[in-house]
């Protein structure tokens, strides 16, 4: 049973840091593709990273030179670096995995098929 659960999430003021984690389990974790995605309320989910299984990487501009997405196949976990956040960057961010997804794609072409809960995270101005 594929099982995604993030952490790392909180309320940060505007110009701090955080780093989320993606543990994953019941997959052959090097095989498949992770991504970040955030969802702010009222608005529409949206991509913000994602990793493939050779590495290659994709942010969207909201992230762009703020975030890094990384990968550790040895502990299944998938990581976002979150640096130089803004107000703008509050939303509830989830990770997600796809087979042998493309990194150009945020791992697919819809969306992932596999989801984590969710962590919050807050940035005040």
């Known amino acids: 049973q594929v099982q995604l659960v993030e952490s790392g999430g909180g309320s940060v003021q505007s110009g701090g840091s955080l780093r989320l984690s993606c543990a994953a389990t019941g997959f052959t974790y090097s095989s498949y593709c992770m991504g970040w995605f955030r969802q702010a309320p009222g608005k529409e989910r949206e991509a913000v990273a994602a990793i493939d299984s050779d590495g290659y990487t994709r942010y969207a501009d909201s992230g762009l030179d703020r975030f890094t997405i990384s990968r550790d196949n040895r502990k299944n976990t998938a990581y976002l670096q979150m640096n130089s956040l803004k107000p703008e960057d509050t939303a509830m961010y989830y990770c997600?995995?796809?087979?042998?997804?493309?990194?150009?794609?945020?791992?697919?072409?819809?969306?992932?098929?596999?989801w984590g809960q969710g962590t919050q995270v807050t940035v005040s101005s």
């Open positions: 997600a995995a796809d087979f042998f997804g493309r990194a150009a794609d945020y791992c697919s072409a819809s969306w992932p098929s596999y």
